[in-house]
């Protein structure tokens, strides 16, 4: 069944504690990106990685990070510096070149 | 930076009702439009895209879309809507050619009443 995964579905954590998230993709494309999503504000890009050990940030990057060691994998850790964490995180993927992107079922994130 | 706007947050309509969600963009090059939907409980999924050509495009479920570069506009429109058509839409633009992620309106609430 090919797809996107992220766990977990629901995560909560302690204020100041740094969390990550998985995206896993077995579509076999090239890149991938994080997106976060806030109620009213649509979705506004994180992170994108069109290669295997290469990422670059997008619109609100501070206070995030990522890594690309496998095609298949793009997990971001949100740190303690991000000032408003509580969202509902995606992941999407596609192939380089075409521009249609693939989400998965996101991860909703509650900082207590 | 490009941005995207969708003029209407919130739209209530009956079933059978006409639809027309309004969509604008930002950048003047060559762009990428998309409409993506996110049904209750479910997945962000594409609905339609324009790359090039015919700048009617038909998606799934009945929905089209009318490209006017002169306008900056990409509306999207459903001649009679159905309940199961609540949900929330976003128009994405991509000017990078695929390279750099995509830029989302704020969203649509549409809710349809039987």
């Known amino acids: 069944d090919g797809g996107i995964t992220q766990s977990p579905k629901y995560l909560f954590r302690k204020e100041g504690q740094n969390v990550t998230l998985s995206c896993e993709q077995n579509l076999n494309h090239d890149a991938m990106y994080w997106y976060r999503q806030d109620p009213g504000q649509g979705l506004r890009l994180i992170y994108y990685s069109q290669i295997v050990n290469d990422f670059q940030k997008g619109d609100i990057a501070e206070g995030y990070s990522v890594s690309r060691e496998k095609k298949e994998s793009f997990p971001l850790t949100v740190t303690s510096a991000q000032k408003n964490p509580t969202a509902f995180y995606l992941c999407a993927s596609g192939d380089r070149g075409i521009d249609t992107q693939y989400f998965g079922p996101g991860t909703r994130l509650t900082v207590l | 930076a490009q941005s995207v706007s969708q003029h209407n947050h919130h739209v209530i309509l009956s079933e059978a009702a006409s639809l027309e969600l309004g969509c604008n963009y930002s950048y003047g090059g060559t762009v990428n439009l998309f409409w993506y939907v996110q049904y209750p409980g479910q997945h962000l999924q594409l609905l339609l895209k324009?790359?090039?050509?015919?700048?009617l495009v038909k998606g799934i479920k009945g929905f089209e879309a009318e490209f006017i570069k002169s306008k900056f506009s990409f509306n999207l429109r459903k001649p009679s809507v159905q309940w199961s058509d609540t949900a929330e839409y976003f128009c994405?633009?991509?000017?990078?050619?695929?390279?750099?992620?995509?830029?989302f309106g704020k969203g649509t609430h549409l809710i349809i009443q039987p």
């Open positions: 994405a633009v991509d000017s990078g050619g695929g390279a750099d992620g995509l830029t």
């Open positions: 324009y790359f090039s050509g015919d700048p």
